[in-house]
């Protein structure tokens, strides 16, 4: 994709991927727009990246949507990106018993947002030039992580759902490209400084500079081993990497 000249809305823009995205593509002078749930929190961003704007957003909730898709598109008639990035990782026990609000809201959150918001802006993105639409996925989605097995079942629906949508909006000139971050140092679960975890700031220029190319997926090195690993024998990563954890368990707030 091209870098520069784009007009951006990235979801879950204040924090984290979402924000580094965000002010990476404001450096290079496109016009970005960022959602998220707290309008303090978007105000700050907002204020440190002038030029920036941004939309109370709850992806979540379809209405809230509707009416964030409507604002935006009558003030940036121009958008040509949508990256579908905010999520939620909470833990879950796949052998015990289930919390069902929280899954509910995950599935609302992780799954179902990146559908919403895909279709609230297709058929204006069908219309533009250069358009594209990133999801924002996660290694999870290839080797999923047991103490958060509903998040990893999500994320591996957004690789799958990505494939058919790419598939279907080929003659379209929208292109889709997936994002899959590795576990970065981010407050999605705690920052911690964990030596395991990418420097969000590492993380966000190696994906940034892919993405200037003509790549359909925008996975840092670090993940390709585990992007080629799904197959006949993938257990074997699986349950390697699922006992590291249980051996060294990721910390927590």
Known sequence: MKLTGNTIFIT????????????????????????????????????????????VLDVTDPASI????????????????????????????AA?????????????????????????????????????????????????????????ATKAAIHSYTLSQRFLLRDTGVTVIEISPPWVDTDLIYKSGDPRAMPLDDFIKETFDKLGTETIEAIVDRVL??????????????????QSVAENPIPVQ
């Not at 509707?66 to 879950?92: C, E, K, T």
């Not at 081993?225 to 699922?242: C, K, L, Q, S, Y």
């Open 12 to 55: 879950g823009g204040a924090s984290g991927i979402g924000r580094g995205l965000a002010e990476a593509f404001h450096k290079q002078g496109n016009q970005v727009i960022i959602s998220g749930r707290r309008q303090a929190l978007l105000n700050s961003v907002t204020a440190a990246n002038p030029g920036m704007d941004s939309v």
């Open 66 to 93: 509707r009416q964030a898709a409507d604002r935006i598109l009558s003030l940036y008639p121009a958008l040509n990106v949508v990256i579908n990035n905010a999520g939620i990782m909470p833990f879950d026990n």
């Open 96 to 152: 015990g018993a289930l919390d069902d609000a929280q899954a509910v809201t995950l599935l609302d959150t992780n799954l179902l947002g990146p559908v919403r918001i895909s279709a609230a802006f297709i058929e204006h993105l069908k219309k533009q030039k250069d358009a594209v639409l990133i999801n924002n996925s996660s290694v999870l989605a290839f080797l999923p992580l047991a103490t958060n097995a509903l998040y990893s």
């Open 225 to 242: 081993p585990v992007r080629d690993n799904p197959g006949a024998n993938e257990h074997v990563m699986v349950n390697a990497f699922n």
